[in-house]
């Protein structure tokens, strides 16, 4: 029973420190994302000294993607979309 307890902490804590490397895994692949494809055609400090809502970045990189061809596919354009509103969001 004792040894049932400790085994199940033991996963539990696995399972959480897992969570949070990949979730820092993450954050640093969307910082790298959206510093290699949004400073193909102007600085990257253009979004960087900008604030705004979730729904005005997701319509500034669709713009970007649709309009101006930024090329980056949906998925690229979701994680740029999430780092954005996560880092510079009002
Ligand atoms: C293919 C070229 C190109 C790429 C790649 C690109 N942009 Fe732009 N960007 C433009 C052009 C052209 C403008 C000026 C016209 C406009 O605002 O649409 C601009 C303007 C901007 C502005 C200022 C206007 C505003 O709405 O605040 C921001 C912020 C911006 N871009 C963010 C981004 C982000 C974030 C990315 C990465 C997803 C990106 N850009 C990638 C071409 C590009």
């Given at each position: 029973m004792e040894k049932l307890a400790v085994y199940l902490v033991a996963v539990i804590f696995l399972s959480i420190s897992a969570t949070t490397v990949s979730g820092e895994e993450e954050a640093v692949k969307a910082k790298s994302l959206f510093e290699q494809k949004c400073s193909l055609c102007h600085s990257i400090d253009r979004p960087k000294s900008k604030q705004k809502t979730a729904d005005a970045w997701k319509s500034t990189v669709m713009r970007m993607k649709?309009?101006?061809?930024?090329?980056?596919s949906d998925d690229e354009a979701k994680t740029i979309i999430e780092y954005l509103t996560e880092n510079y969001g009002l």
């Open positions: 649709n309009t101006n061809g930024a090329p980056v």
